[in-house]
């Protein structure tokens, strides 16, 4: 069973920045992607961004784009975010997720970590 560990989250003023990690205990035959959503209390998982295992191929949220960096470390399973130029609407609990395709939608990720929050104030 593949456990998620993200952290990183925090507080932050506007316009600053946040980086963000998940450890991976193991890679699954299962998995191809990596990726992060957001969520706050009582709404829907939105996504953020996703990566490819070996990194060729990332997609982001249009929200982030231009902001948000993705990458990944495959020798220590590892998976980061980048946070900069962050907003008051960026403020969420972000979870990281390991999953089978490139896709935007949860339904398509079997692993997920705990969740990190990051508060970002104006």
């Known amino acids: 069973q593949v456990q998620l560990v993200d952290s990183g989250g925090g507080l932050v003023q506007a316009g600053g920045s946040l980086s963000l990690s998940c450890v991976a205990s193991?890679?699954?035959?299962?998995?191809?992607?990596m990726g992060w959503f957001r969520q706050v209390p009582g709404k829907e998982r939105e996504f953020v961004a996703q990566t490819t295992w070996n990194g060729d191929h990332s997609n982001y949220a249009n929200a982030v784009k231009g902001r948000f960096n993705i990458s990944i470390d495959n020798a220590k399973n590892t998976m980061y975010l980048k946070m900069s130029n962050l907003k008051p609407d960026d403020t969420d609990l972000y979870y990281c997720a390991e999953g089978r395709t490139l896709s935007s939608e949860e339904r398509h990720y079997y692993y997920w970590g705990q969740g990190t929050q990051v508060t970002v104030t104006v």
């Open positions: 193991s890679r699954s035959w299962r998995t191809t992607v």
